[in-house]
């Protein structure tokens, strides 16, 4: 019965549903199927949410990052991940996601995201690899590079940012900690984070290098097709 | 003490609360009188849940969800600075732009480290219960000095620029907040619980290795499902890693956790629930195949939740 919760937040989301109504729904139903009073249930809402005010303390780190923003700092990361002259699409690929993973581990995790610098910056720049090595990029190899290139992005800040303690995911598990009165602090969490976001870097670098391989032996097997027909046209 | 907690917080609903003022005027919010209730009632739930009775903040929660649900919390204009603005001022400073923000985790780590003990007339400087906490509201105010003093900007600018980046968040920011509450809740109705039981049936009771291995792959399991580790980590952790890794075998809850919810990460890199990132970029990267991102990922996401079982269990036995 109480698992009733569970179905609703998947209904919710697969319904696509505004999280915080489905999220609210799903904590009202269950403490009215475990019997709790509407008084119960909204005084613990209002308990766990007290307790739970450490997840806001990253808005103590919001004044300087906008300020630093206003002032250039995401054109400045983008002119240094410019200035990166890798030959390969794999290496620029690699190299953004040290970026990416440093900076969210510093707390700064507007710098990446596919909308700001994966479209613009780092897909441009790995099929430009490409092409200055083979020609023109084929439909599947471009496919196959974007979809690393989200992947990139996505893996450089999940296990990048749970490094540093101002990111939700460490706040919270303090929160949660707390509240079930288990001593836990939270850059000792931090600390533990690394190791799994050494691995991932390392599992990721090698299937980005077997990518470069995979685009090699694509790009030999029909060397001038796509190149050619371009030429041809043009001639 | 001198610092408290308590300060950090009013400090953070300071903030917010200054930012929501710039929305209630802001004319090109089509719904700027709602949005700036919302950031103005987060800001009085942030500095005084400690003085309004439980009661009264679930309330005010409810309040917020109200708002945010229906789609009252719109974002509205901001007087950026132009991309020519931002180039110019880029070529003053450099890679010193990068100082303050290095500043934060660095003063964070400082304090706890060398502040830890601390006491100025028989006083703790800083809270002792919650030194890292304490620590980064502090490396959160000595940057943004820094920060202001380098590019000779006011409090103004410094406001105006929060306020731009809480309602870039908007309602997500107040998100984890609602899970963590949602994860208590189920946690009292016994969610916990049943996972436990259903735990207890399958594995055997005086294994670490198969309560680590259920720990993680429960993890990744139900974040698929929930399509958040957010959602996952208090009902899998209360249901696993309290009673069992922690509480039987002994394990330091900080080692737990963290690897723990990276195992759930592991589960939004296979997902398509997390849609925001596997495939809200698919569309944004023109892919064909919306599943692409999460085909892309799967092999990196199972061979590491694979190093995760093995390196909690390694952590947890030495």
């Known amino acids: 019965m109480v698992l009733i919760g569970v179905l609703v937040v998947i209904v919710g989301f697969v319904l696509r549903l505004n999280p915080m109504l489905v999220v609210t729904v799903a904590g009202l139903v269950t403490g009215l199927i475990a019997h709790e ?71 700064i995790t507007s710098i990446g995201g596919p909308a700001q610098m994966v479209r613009p910056l780092v897909v441009p720049m790995a099929e430009g690899a490409i092409e200055a090595t083979y020609g023109e990029v084929p439909e599947d190899v471009s496919q196959k590079v974007r979809g690393h290139a989200a992947a990139v992005d996505n893996i450089g800040l999940f296990f990048g940012e749970d490094i540093f303690i101002a990111v939700g995911a460490v706040l ?60 041809v046209a043009k001639q | 003490m001198i610092i408290s907690i308590e300060s950090v917080y009013i ?79 880029r070529g003053r400073l450099k890679n010193w732009l990068f100082l303050p923000a290095l500043l934060i985790p660095l003063v964070t780590v400082g304090g706890v480290e060398g502040l830890k003990d601390l006491k100025i007339a028989g006083k703790f400087f800083l809270d002792p219960s919650n030194v890292t906490m304490v620590a980064l509201g502090l490396a959160g105010v000595v940057a943004l000095v820094v ?24 309602w997500a920011a107040v998100l984890p907040q609602m899970l963590a509450m949602l994860g208590t809740i189920f946690d009292s109705a016994g969610v916990g619980n049943v996972v436990s039981k259903a735990v207890d049936h399958v594995i055997p009771s005086n294994s670490l290795f198969w309560a680590v291995f259920a720990y993680c792959v429960g993890m990744a399991l139900f974040t698929m499902v929930m399509g958040n580790a957010f959602a996952a980590f208090p009902v899998m952790t209360a249901g696993i890693a309290l009673p069992l890794i922690i509480g039987h075998f002994g394990v330091q809850a900080d080692k737990v956790a963290a690897i723990g919810m990276f195992a759930g990460y592991c589960g939004t890199l296979m997902t398509p629930m997390a849609a925001n990132f596997n495939i809200v970029p698919a569309a944004l990267l023109d892919l064909k195949d919306k599943n692409y991102v999460i085909r892309t990922q799967f092999p990196t996401a199972i061979i590491l939740l694979g190093v995760n079982i093995i390196l909690m269990y390694l952590v947890a036995r030495f």
């Not at chain 1, 119960?40 to 308990?47: A, C, D, P, Y």
């Not at chain 1, 002032?71 to 200035?83: F, N, T």
């Not at chain 2, 700027?32 to 903040?57: D, E, N, Q």
């Open chain 1, 37 to 107: 009073s509407l008084y119960s249930i909204l005084t613990q809402f209002g308990q766990a949410f007290e307790t739970n005010r450490y997840m806001a303390i990253f808005i103590a780190t919001l004044p300087v990052i906008g300020l630093l923003e206003r002032h250039g700092l995401r054109e400045q990361a983008e002119h240094l991940v410019s200035k990166i002259k890798a030959a390969t699409a794999g290496r620029i690929l690699t190299i953004y996601l040290l970026v990416r993973e440093i900076a969210a581990a510093l707390g």
């Open chain 1, 172 to 231: 919270f598990m303090k929160g949660f900690f707390d509240q079930n009165h288990v001593h836990s602090e939270p850059i000792r969490m931090g600390l533990w984070a690394i190791p799994t976001a050494a691995a991932v870097f390392v599992i990721h670098t090698i299937r980005l290098y077997l990518l470069d391989k995979s685009i090699k032996r694509r790009m030999e097997q029909t060397p001038a097709q796509s190149v050619g027909t371009q030429e």
């Open chain 2, 11 to 89: 400090f953070t609903g300071i903030i917010t609360f200054l930012s929501s003022l710039y929305t209630f005027f802001d004319k090109k919010n089509p719904r700027r009188i709602t949005s700036g209730l919302f950031y103005l009632i987060y800001a009085i739930t942030l500095m005084c849940a400690k003085v309004i009775p439980s009661f009264y903040v679930g309330i005010l929660v409810l309040v917020i969800v109200a708002i945010a649900g229906f789609g009252g919390v719109r974002t509205g204009s901001y007087g950026e600075a132009s991309s020519e603005e931002r180039q110019r001022n």
């Open chain 2, 147 to 170: 920060g202001m003093l380098m590019t000779k900007s006011s409090p103004v600018t410094t406001v105006k620029e929060s306020r731009r980046l809480i309602e870039a968040i908007g």
